[in-house]
């Protein structure tokens, strides 16, 4: 016997325990009433109409209390009433004829749908008590000592088994709906989880496309700023070049060397376009370290512009992120960039200091120098330029979680100080 379930919680195989159970009775019924005919036929006919007529009552309150109104099972109250008045039309029986005991062992199963635990148990009793009064072939006919007796064993086997038997169905149906309700609840953590990973998907997809273009916007930038570090940077210094060239009163050979500059100008600047398409390191920093590079960088520089420039290392020089490197050695070129443009400084100095978790590069002109931030601007500017330099320095500098200060007024020379973040070398 098991505890009733609702039929979404049945398994395959239980699928047809309740049809059983619901027409067991039934059958077991017809049977003993049909033995109830064979044996007492030709005998007292009353008592037989009486037999029958308690029998039939038995299936008539099974099929309108129980079968043809299935949702009484879940109404306490009525369940009680019907449990009960079927327990004394089986108690008629079984004291009319022994062998309705057939028939009464199936009032086990209307006990378990009897509101709570006691009640069941209690219903199982009454069960237990008619079917070994069944056993006992009825009551005892002698109320001597040793007929009392078997009929108290009897009752007791018949309360014990069906006690425990009930206590274990009662258990291991506990423990299968318990079982039933945790596949339920994981099978709806399940369809959440799915849902939970659609969307993520959808969010996945969404932040893919946000990424790329992300991607493409920095990839403008990117090529923004090399086009400014390397072709602009090399056509202005071309431009003043050939300008120079173009003075009257020079000798020729000093145009000569203004014409060489200014090739030289234009092929560094059409290796460093083509290293700048295939997104390579800058020149300098391919065959050498940061402070040689700069050094390089410094003293083309004074060779074109004829404007001494010095680099000058501090602490222990040692590998840094490339990008950092390469961000430090822009910012270099743009820093004499704007003091070719702008400064008319007679020297310059750059000061390359190896930290313990950062690398600082400081630019210093004694040149005119400029405003950094006139009123109303957002970004600082020199007189005459655009202030797209400086942005771009910026830009760069921020671009690997490093710091630009920028430090100048007019007469006063410019300070321009790069920080960039060492993360432990490389």
Request: glycine share 8%.
């Amino acid at each position: 016997m098991s505890i009733p379930r609702q039929p979404a919680q049945l398994e395959a195989w239980e699928r047809w325990e309740q049809p059983a159970f619901a027409v067991l009775p039934y059958v077991m019924l017809v049977i003993v009433a049909s033995m109830t005919v064979v044996v007492k036929w030709g005998e007292s006919t009353g008592d037989l109409l009486i037999d029958l007529g308690l029998a039939a009552a038995a299936g008539l309150w099974m099929l309108w209390g129980f079968t043809l109104h299935p949702a009484w099972r879940h109404r306490p109250r009525r369940m009680a009433v019907f449990f009960i008045v079927l327990a004394i039309l089986m108690a008629l029986l079984v004291l009319r004829a022994p062998w309705y005991g057939f028939f009464t062992f199936t009032g086990y199963f209307f006990a378990f749908y009897l509101p709570g635990s006691r009640a069941r148990l209690a219903g199982v009793a009454v069960i237990a008590l008619i079917t070994a009064t069944s056993q006992n072939g009825g009551l005892p006919k002698h109320w001597t000592a040793g007929a009392i007796a078997i009929y108290l064993v009897i009752i007791c086997i018949n309360v014990g088994v069906a006690g425990a038997l009930t206590w274990f169905g009662w258990v291991s149906a506990q423990q299968n709906d318990q079982r039933k309700q945790m596949v339920e609840e994981l099978s709806e953590a399940n369809r959440r989880l799915e849902t939970i990973l659609e969307e993520n998907q959808g969010l996945h997809d969404q932040l893919l496309a946000q990424a790329r273009e992300a991607g493409v916007l920095d990839e403008r930038q990117r090529m923004a700023r090399e086009i400014h570090d390397t072709l602009a940077q090399g056509l202005t210094g071309i431009i003043t070049q050939l300008q120079a060239a173009e003075r009257h009163g020079q000798s020729q050979d000093e145009r000569r060397r203004h014409i060489d500059l200014a090739t030289h100008l234009a092929r560094d600047s059409l290796t460093e376009a083509r290293r700048s398409v295939r997104a390579m390191q800058p020149e300098p920093l391919e065959s050498a370290r940061l402070p040689e590079a700069l050094a390089d960088v410094a003293s083309k520089w004074t060779r074109i512009h004829g404007v001494p420039a010095t680099v000058t290392t501090t602490g222990q020089p040692r590998r840094i992120r490339p990008e950092a490197e390469i961000t430090l050695l822009r910012a270099a070129q743009e820093a004499l960039v704007n003091v070719a443009r702008h400064a008319r400084a007679d020297k310059v100095g750059l000061t390359l200091s190896y930290m313990e978790d950062q690398v600082n590069l400081d630019i210093r002109d004694d040149g005119v120098g400029f405003d950094p931030q006139p009123a109303g601007a957002t970004v600082p500017a020199r007189a005459g330029g655009s202030g797209y330099g400086l942005l771009a320095m910026r830009q760069r500098v921020e671009g690997v979680a490093g710091t630009l200060e920028v430090e100048s007024a007019p007469g006063g020379g410019t300070a321009i100080s790069a920080s960039v973040p060492t993360d432990g070398g490389w």
